[in-house]
Nanobody
């Protein structure tokens, strides 16, 4: 069982940056692939980025590639999402998720545990 708590969201101007954090409980955090998804108002939740259990491999949605960076610290049971050059279309609730799947899971169904989300609002 893993519990996930996101933090770091807020209001930022276009072009700005935020660092999102996701703190996980449980001794087996390092066994999970971790990801960030987001859901904008009136839209379905979408994949943003994922990182393997070791941190050795990352994968990004095309819409954030080159602007966002996912990382993890297994000693702190925490995964991060550094968001740079933010755009108004990045406005969404950002969710952290954990998966026991091998490889690079990118769909919601492949993730076993979810946090409650943190709001990111980018003003133009």
């Amino acid at each position: 069982q893993v519990q996930l708590v996101e933090s770091g969201g807020g209001l930022v101007q276009a072009g700005g940056s935020l660092r999102l954090s996701c703190a996980a409980s449980g001794r087996t955090f390092s066994s999970y692939a971790m990801a960030w998804f987001r859901q904008a108002p009136g839209k379905e939740r979408e994949f943003v980025a994922t990182i393997t259990w070791s941190g050795g491999t990352t994968y990004y949605a095309d819409s954030v590639k080159g602007r966002f960076t996912i990382s993890r610290d297994n000693a702190k049971n925490t995964v991060y999402l550094q968001t740079n050059k933010l755009k108004p279309e990045d406005t969404a609730v950002y969710y952290c998720a954990a998966s026991l799947r091998a490889g690079i899971p990118v769909t919601e169904l492949q993730y076993n545990y979810w946090g409650q989300g943190t709001q990111v609002t980018v003003s133009s």
